[in-house]
């Protein structure tokens, strides 16, 4: 198993500029997520997923979007890039047992700067 | 809405000594709690977790009691290692939801 994969590693971008970052497991996990972190303030969740087709906004959702056309995927696209987004993206997914997600495996990160 | 409070870091200890990181929470209903750990430019790994009151997770040493009278999940180890040098996470998860405390900075010295 890879479990969770991330691409790219690290990313720049220009004010405007528009792109997605790539998540992947291969658990067949039901639920996935996305987070950025920041420095002192943890890690906070942008949008996940319960499964195929099935999508919600966590705390900071504005400026991102996703889908999920399958379980294995779930990739988060930045429309209009700001500095504002220049953050450590981790992309994390999880087993569902009934309604409850558990433990969450987390991927290696993409680092992206805004300029 | 839901949220996680953590100490502030960094704690510096020498080896052997114990550790306590604090970890308090705000949620309705009845969450999962965790703790996760993160080495230097890696992802998160989950340390230990409790999915009801009362419950102890343990993992490596670690420790960490759900107690719901408190909502508090601390973290302890009775003697730590300088392989234990990393960031920690207090998280709850609710509603599909999960929060994360703002880390914990643990330095040991030899």
């Known amino acids: 198993n890879a479990g969770v994969t991330q691409t790219p590693k690290f990313q720049v971008l220009k004010t405007g500029q528009s792109m997605t970052l790539q998540c992947a497991q291969d658990m067949n996990h039901e639920y996935m997520s996305w987070y950025r972190q920041d420095p002192g303030m943890g890690l906070r969740l942008i949008h996940y997923s319960v499964g195929a087709g099935i999508t919600d906004q966590g705390e900071v959702p504005n400026g991102y979007n996703v889908s999920r056309s399958t379980t294995e995927d779930f990739p988060l696209r930045l429309l209009s890039a700001a500095p504002s987004q220049t953050s450590v993206y981790f992309c994390a997914s999880s087993p569902s047992t009934g309604q409850k997600p558990y433990e969450q495996y987390f991927g290696p990160g993409t680092r992206l700067t805004v300029t | 809405g839901d949220s996680v409070t953590q100490m502030e870091g960094p704690v510096t200890l020498s080896e052997e000594a114990f550790l306590t990181i604090n970890c308090t929470y705000t949620?309705?209903?009845?969450?999962?709690l965790f703790w996760y750990v993160q080495y230097p430019g890696e992802g998160l790994q989950l340390l230990l977790k409790a999915t009801k009151a009362d419950d102890k997770g343990s993992n490596k040493g670690f420790e960490a009691t759900y107690r719901k009278e408190t909502t508090s999940f601390h973290l302890e180890k009775g003697s730590v290692q300088v392989s234990d040098s990393a960031v920690y996470f207090c998280?709850?998860?609710?509603?599909?939801?999960?929060?994360f405390g703002s880390g914990t900075k643990l330095n040991v010295k030899p």
């Open positions: 998280a709850l998860n609710n509603f599909n939801k999960f929060y």
């Open positions: 949620a309705t209903g009845y969450p999962s």
